[in-house]
């Protein structure tokens, strides 16, 4: 594969974004934060080592996940497509190849919603990303992305908002053995409570 055997300064590189993202993203992105780049970093982490990617190729998916929404630095639409700009842009200065970097992209384009992830790489960060969707925090979690959309503008009510995450989740499907096994079981059980509030709303 020609993606291995290049060095690259994937510390480096990860650093780079965290500290721009750190110092740089707007205060009402209260979802899209420095703490979810973090947080889908740790769950990229956990999911490649359970499905066994290590070395190169799990360095190329953690520098996916931190430039994943980098966009954000200059705009919350088409954020993966600025996302990928920033990469390329960026990870030559950190000696990654074209190869690596076209690498990276593929997967950070993959997280756009609907996601469709072409290769295991790309499915491991889709399902970092949504990660939540599946676990405790989930309520505390999604309440942050309520905020969020309401500062944009995008929603308004509380009803509107449990209307979107019902969608949303009906026609979310995890892609790893990891999200399948840990994740939908939980996942289901958050999409029956909020059905069960929309249902409320139509009586």
């Known amino acids: 594969m020609p993606l ?22 707007p205060e009402h992105l209260t979802y899209h934060g420095h703490h979810h780049t973090l947080d889908v970093m740790e ?19 953690l520098v996916a996940s931190a430039y994943h929404d ?34 990276v992209c593929k997967m950070i384009m993959a ?17 970092a990303d949504l990660d939540y969707l599946g676990r405790d925090d989930f309520e505390q979690i999604g309440s942050t992305l309520f905020k969020e959309l309401q500062a944009l503008g995008v929603v308004e009510t509380v009803e509107t908002w449990n209307r979107i995450q019902l969608g949303f989740l009906q026609q979310h ?16 059980q958050h999409l029956e409570k909020i059905r069960s509030i929309v249902a409320g709303y139509d009586q």
């Open 70 to 103: 980098s966009g954000f630095l200059y705009d919350h639409r088409e954020h993966e497509k600025r996302g990928c700009e920033i990469a390329k842009d960026v990870l030559p200065e950190f000696g990654f190849s074209e190869e690596q970097i076209e690498a």
């Open 173 to 188: 499907s995890y892609h790893t053995e990891y999200g399948r096994k840990y994740r939908q079981q939980p996942k289901q």
């Open 43 to 61: 769950a990229t982490e956990r999911i490649a080592k359970a499905e066994g990617i290590s070395g190169e190729l799990l360095n190329l998916l």
């Open 111 to 127: 997280t756009k919603v609907p996601q469709d992830p072409k290769n295991e790489l790309s499915k491991i960060l889709c399902d």
């Open 4 to 25: 291995l055997n290049h060095p690259m300064d994937n510390k480096g590189a990860i650093q780079h974004i965290l500290d721009r993202l750190e110092q740089e993203l």
